[in-house]
């Protein structure tokens, strides 16, 4: 497992390189960026659970038939797993924001899991979906700016101290890494 600073260790030492001005200036601005990121990664957490069901509510409602006998999230067992699911990927997805680097999103979560999930027979389209949906919470509550039409009565903000770019790198880099999510299942 990987972050920002091992990373450039990494890379430097594969081309016997000292450390130079270009990943020094990308260190910098991780550091600088520090506490947004801190944030960041908050804003998801903290409001996890709420995202995982919405998430996985969402992807049945748009097809029912997951939770009908043969669909994949009936029984309740099934449905508990699929959950439980959900709030992994999207807490390996914290750990990489909070290094910076997929790395540790890539190897312990996404490794096999394509090859697990044809195994069982788990639907990748309805997976992604509803991935898909959690990468649009995240965005939202990185920005701060969770919709009242989307989150009702448990509409929530993290009072963070808004920058006039409302973080768009950060959300772009957690974009990022719910995308290899998508892309490793299909
Ligand atoms: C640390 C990383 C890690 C991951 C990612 C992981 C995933 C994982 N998900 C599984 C099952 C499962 N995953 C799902 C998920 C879903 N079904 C749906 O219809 C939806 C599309 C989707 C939820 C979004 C379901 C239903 C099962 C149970 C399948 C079965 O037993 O038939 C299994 C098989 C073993 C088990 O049931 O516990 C694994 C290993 N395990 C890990 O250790």
Redesign the pocket.
């Known amino acids: 497992m990987l972050d920002a600073f091992s990373r450039s260790v990494v890379s430097a030492d594969s081309k016997t390189a000292a450390i130079g001005g270009d990943e020094l200036a990308k260190l910098r601005e991780f550091i600088n960026s520090g506490n947004r990121r801190l944030d960041a990664v908050n804003a998801i957490a903290s409001n996890a659970s709420c995202m995982v069901s919405d998430?996985?509510a969402g992807?049945i409602c748009e097809n029912t038939g997951?939770i009908q006998a043969g669909?994949?999230?009936y029984p309740n067992?099934?449905?508990a797993?699929?959950?439980?699911?959900?709030e992994?990927?999207l807490r390996?997805v914290t750990y990489a924001l909070m290094a910076g680097d997929a790395s540790v999103l890539e190897d312990?979560?996404?490794n096999g899991?394509k090859e697990?999930?044809t195994a069982?027979?788990?639907?990748l389209q309805?997976?992604a979906?509803?991935?898909a949906i959690m990468k649009a919470q995240a965005s939202a509550h990185i920005k701060d700016t969770p919709s009242e039409e989307f989150a009702g009565d448990k509409l929530r903000f993290m009072g963070s101290p808004v920058v006039e770019d409302r973080c768009a790198s950060l959300v772009a880099e957690a974009g990022s890494y719910f995308d290899r999510v998508i892309a490793a299942l299909s």
């Open positions: 998430a996985v992807m997951l669909g994949n999230c067992r099934r449905m797993a699929c959950l439980r699911d959900a992994i990927i390996y312990r979560c996404l899991l697990t999930y069982l027979g788990v639907p309805s997976t979906r509803a991935v």
